[in-house]
């Protein structure tokens, strides 16, 4: 078979046109769903507070149903159409349409927001504030999605979907959030993911037209056609430069902190240190690495500064906090107050450094107790238990393969004299008596001879 022949073939496999749909019948579709009036209007207000209060409450399910009911894709579609077809009229219509249904939905975001009794900052509204390529490419391959699906037999599921890749609707609520609470990178950024969506919809919608050979409805003048060739890829350029800065930056701090859990994992790990927490400062360069238990000596620092070029980690100085409560406590608290007086842009940053302080706390509690009591326990023990010898403590976590419920306990390892082993009375009053005294829910006793 000849290249040709393979070309002809597939010619016949993704040839769009025997699908195609009758042509003033699609355009007629796509022309009532541009208009924002009475119903329309109504259902676009009510799907903005929908997906409000799923950005609010940090709920995914409701913010897909509020993209779901929105009827934001309409106008759109119909300015894809209107280039693609050379139709002004209905250009001018739907544009007029898209600018009021975007005013509309971040005037009712904002009064919502202004409203709301929440204005802490969740997940679902932080993930609308800044763009990238990957934006890009979800809105035009699912505005060519939507196009195909409207103008062939085979819609299916594919506009709901293309309605929820797209999301046209959360970023004008997280833009709405933004004039509520102030915050204007809030409000650029979101609106700006929105011009995106909106952007290359429209484009994916013009080629998709073009492409189904829709005919033109009024034959543009040489003049105009060559300034519209000129205008379009200009908007498009535009529109990518921010985006691909946003998404150089993204892959760049991706990477760093890659190469930070890889160098952690290692060069610092070792059996008996458990690593709590690492923060980096790019400001001063310096990686700080918050470990508990075994202590990680100089020699295996001053190794772990030298390898730090092979994880590209040359320009940061390596700060290990360990040992005492009362070192590691002083040290974050040094941090948490250095990043209150920073920007506001690091506030995220700053609660991290709390939570991470919290856990560093508990582990240092739970690892100090049981390295102690043993010891606090001794002289109790030798007058109850002259046999016992030694004792170990330890907290155990057993999960079983067939349940998902994990279990905690204490596990108490005792060594006695061959010839006198704990009797049956002895070793349980000795577990009631080390339950009672290390106050443990549940307490495992391993007598070893």
């Not at 050379?86 to 009064?111: E, P, Q, W, Y």
């Not at 809030?186 to 492409?211: D, E, P």
């Not at 690495?289 to 620092?301: H, L, P, Q, S, Y």
């Not at 590691?328 to 700053?350: D, F, T, V, Y």
Request: charged content about 20%; proline content about 3%.
């Amino acid at each position: 078979m000849t290249p040709k022949d393979l070309l002809e073939r597939a010619r016949v496999y993704f040839n769009l046109l025997p699908d195609k749909e009758d042509e003033e019948q699609v355009i007629a579709q796509i022309s009532s769903g541009v208009s924002f009036r009475g119903a329309n209007l109504w259902v676009l207000i009510f799907a903005i507070f929908i997906a409000s209060l799923g950005l609010n409450v940090n709920s995914t399910a409701v913010i897909i149903g509020a993209m779901l009911i929105s009827p934001l894709m309409g106008p759109i579609i119909g300015m894809g159409l209107a280039l693609g077809t050379g139709d002004l009229g209905l250009l001018t219509r739907a544009a007029k349409n898209f600018g009021v249904a975007t005013l509309i939905s971040v005037l009712t975001a904002t009064v919502y927001f202004l409203l709301s009794p929440f204005s802490e900052v969740q997940s679902e509204l932080l993930a609308r504030t800044s763009p990238t390529l990957y934006d890009v490419l979800i809105a035009f391959f699912g505005g060519a999605a939507g196009v195909v699906a409207m103008c062939t037999g085979g819609k299916g599921n594919v506009i709901p979907g293309v309605a929820i890749a797209t999301a046209l609707m959360p970023p004008l609520c997280t833009a709405g959030f933004g004039l509520a609470t102030g915050n204007f990178h809030f409000f650029f950024g979101a609106f700006y993911l929105f011009l995106i969506n909106t952007i290359f919809i429209t484009l994916a919608t013009y080629l998709g037209v073009r492409l189904l050979r829709f005919s033109q409805h009024e034959h543009l003048s040489l003049q105009r056609a060559r300034q519209a060739r000129r205008i379009v890829p200009a908007i498009i350029v535009i529109t990518l430069i921010p985006a691909a800065f946003t998404t150089v930056k993204t892959v760049r701090e991706s990477v760093f902190e890659n190469n930070v859990r890889h160098f952690i994992k290692a060069e610092l790990t070792q059996t008996g240190t458990q690593i709590i927490s690492n923060s980096v400062d790019k400001e001063s360069k310096r990686l700080r690495v918050v470990a508990v238990g075994r202590t990680i000596d100089e020699n295996m620092t001053a190794e772990a500064r030298r390898r730090m070029e092979h994880y590209s980690l040359g320009k940061y100085d390596l700060s290990i906090i360990q040992g005492a409560q009362t070192d590691s406590l002083m040290l974050l608290n040094n941090e948490i107050s250095r990043m209150a007086s920073s920007r506001e842009a690091e506030h995220q940053k700053l609660l991290e450094l709390s939570a991470d302080l919290s856990t560093a706390n508990a582990q240092l509690a739970e690892y100090t107790r049981f390295e102690n009591l043993p010891a606090e326990l001794r002289n109790e023990m030798a007058a109850l238990f002259p046999q016992v010898h030694t004792l170990s403590l330890s907290r155990v976590s057993e999960a079983s393969r067939d349940t998902l419920a994990v279990s905690h306990f204490v596990a108490a390892i005792v060594s006695t004299d061959d010839n006198e082993p704990l009797s049956s009375n002895d070793a349980q009053r000795l577990r009631r008596w080390l339950k009672a005294r290390v106050q443990a829910d549940s307490l495992m006793l391993v007598e070893r001879n």
